[in-house]
């Protein structure tokens, strides 16, 4: 988050999803809630613009996905 942070300008925005669900095989993930993402982005100065939940497009009923939007303040603190 730290270095996302620098790279983003005075009042820059960012999104990024967070899947949730089983591993496939073959890959290396971990679950991280929504809440554990944002709060090491806002100790780096970015503000949480957005959140929400949703269901996995494939249609896979174990997986569901966080949207998530971060912001830098326009003042760039």
Known sequence: M???GNLME???RMFLSVRHGPV???R????VPARETIAP??????DP????GRADLHGRG???WTLLGLRRPPNGR
């Open 10 to 12: 005075p009042g820059g």
């Open 62 to 64: 174990d997986v569901s």
């Open 24 to 26: 496939p095989a073959g």
């Open 28 to 31: 290396q993930m971990y679950d």
């Open 41 to 46: 982005a806002h100790a780096y100065g970015l």
């Open 49 to 52: 613009i957005h959140s929400r």
């Open 2 to 4: 730290r270095r996302l």
